[in-house]
């Protein structure tokens, strides 16, 4: 005589645990400590990822990445430093100006346009600039943000920046400092 007893565990549980230890998923069969997980859209996004995690782990040392071939299909890696200053070179920054406040005298407010002549979008962190008095002193420095901070291909936006302790009849005048534009994060 057979004697039936009931599993603690559902059938359909049971036979995926099973299943599980047979034949198990091929995604994670292949995983490993220390792998690298592949992330982008195509083969050519994955190259370029993997070839950016190598250079900054020095995976395959600098004979290795000398004799990779670059195929005109592969976007060549760019220096983030010189892609932000190719970027800064077709921004154009507008001659700031010190208006006056009229709802709060002895103070004033510094306004300018900046234009995006890049073929991508900028998020500008600061348009820095310095108050001059009459005698070429610095009376001032300040950096005031764009609105909106994130400007597309040829749109000009506007800043402005209060101060509230720059008269404006006194003779100043504003201009830019060095670095005129700060992008945000650099790139």
């Excluded at 250079?55 to 990779?68: F, I, K, P, R, V």
């Excluded at 921004?91 to 100006?97: E, L």
């Excluded at 010190?98 to 900046?114: A, D, F, H, R, Y």
């Excluded at 610095?138 to 920046?161: D, F, K, R, S």
């Amino acid at each position: 005589m057979l004697k039936i007893t009931r599993s603690p565990f559902p059938l359909w549980l049971t036979s995926i645990v099973l299943l599980g230890a047979i034949a198990p998923l091929p995604a994670l069969a292949q995983r490993a400590a220390g792998d690298i997980v592949i992330i982008g859209n195509s083969p050519n996004d994955w190259g370029r990822n993997q070839r950016y995690w190598n250079h900054l782990l020095n995976l395959s040392g600098a004979t290795a990445a000398a004799s990779t071939p670059t195929t005109s299909e592969t976007p060549q890696e760019v220096d983030p430093k010189v892609l932000e200053q190719q970027l800064l070179r077709n921004i154009r920054v507008g001659q700031p100006q010190l208006q006056p406040v009229l709802k709060l005298p002895g103070s004033s407010v510094v306004t300018g346009t900046v234009t995006n002549n890049n073929r991508q979008p900028v998020t500008i962190q600061s348009i820095n600039y310095e108050v001059v008095g009459p005698n070429g002193q610095i009376l001032q420095t300040g950096a005031a943000t764009p609105e909106p901070a994130t400007v597309g291909p040829g749109q000009t936006v506007t800043y402005q920046q209060m101060l509230p302790t720059v008269p404006a009849d006194i003779g100043a005048r504003v201009r830019l400092s060095q670095p005129a534009v700060q992008l945000q994060g650099g790139v």
